[in-house]
């Protein structure tokens, strides 16, 4: 989310870099509503979801909900509450789960925990149900239409995934996933920062608005204020919408986006603007800070 910590150039690089990070990455600038970690089993939601199957699941079936941009993290703990496990054992079962992650995510589920509505049958355990999201995300990712545009984009996969992960936690609406998709591309064909505010969020496992100086200087891969480029993995699990803005983004030279209110977010390839739409969003967020809640 923005901050009033103007955009920087890069101070750091990612080093000998592997396939997955070759490619290179404005700064995140969106007000979001964040989904907590609660129960979601067999729960409506007022977030867009998916379906896991067009007729849904049968009567009476138990359903686990997964949001698009939940982070595994947030699965995780989903899946402990639908299954009354102790906190933490769904975590403990990735490594056994043998789930068929692409060999640039080294076993890391971040990213392919397809957001959807699952059943939850009799006998199911946590690496069933992480299987299901992962197989599920397999189908969807590895689609023709999807990996064509990866591979017309000179990028893999898992790269995709990436991005798509950036834009789904970024865009403020689906209406600005593809503009701020081409943000991402437009600053990676600069040789640009990253500098989202969504990527720092996840280093410090955290959801906020607000960004500091020194939260900016924290040692992570995935500050993008210190590393060049991707992050070594995808920073939640997108859906559909975001993969495609990811492999389609919209035409634009834009490098900067700032929501400066709910509903009114600017992209612009001019710095000076920039700063001025940032100086809007910091006044606004003044405003309404100031204001007790109702």
Do not use: C
């Not at 995709?160 to 936690?169: F, M």
């Not at 209110?261 to 390839?269: I, L, S, V």
């Amino acid at each position: 989310m923005q901050t009033n910590l103007p955009p920087r150039g890069s101070r750091g690089s990612w080093g000998s870099r592997s396939p997955r990070n070759s490619v290179r990455l404005t700064r995140r600038g969106r007000l979001a509503l964040i989904v907590s970690g609660a129960v979601l089993a067999g729960t409506a939601v007022a977030v867009p979801l998916l379906t896991f199957t067009d007729d849904g699941p049968p009567p009476g079936t138990r359903t686990l909900v997964i949001p698009e941009g939940w982070r595994a993290s947030q699965v995780y703990d989903a899946v402990d509450k639908v299954l009354a496990l102790p906190a933490g054992s769904t975590k403990q079962a990735v490594a056994k789960a043998g789930l068929k992650l692409p060999n640039a995510a080294e076993g890391n589920p971040e990213g392919y925990l397809f957001p959807a509505t699952y059943p939850v049958r009799p006998g199911a355990t946590p690496q069933s149900l992480l299987a299901l999201m992962v197989d599920t995300a397999d189908k969807k990712f590895e689609g023709a239409p999807i990996a064509a545009g990866a591979q017309r984009d000179s990028m893999n996969l898992y790269q995709a995934v990436t991005i798509a992960s950036i834009v789904q936690a970024e865009a403020a609406s689906k209406a600005d996933m593809g503009k701020v998709a081409r943000v991402v591309f437009n600053r990676l064909e600069r040789g640009m920062p990253l500098q989202m505010d969504s990527t720092l969020n996840y280093a410090l496992n955290r959801s906020t608005v607000r960004t500091t100086a020194a939260d900016t200087r924290v040692e992570s891969p995935y500050n993008s204020y210190q590393r060049m480029g991707l992050p070594p993995t995808p920073i939640d699990n997108p859906g559909e919408e975001a993969m495609r803005a990811a492999i389609n983004p919209t035409p634009g030279d834009w490098l900067y986006f700032v929501t400066v209110k709910p509903g009114d977010t600017r992209f612009t390839a001019d710095y000076a603007q920039h700063q001025r739409n940032v100086a809007e969003f910091n006044a606004w967020q003044r405003t309404h800070s100031a204001q007790p809640a109702k």
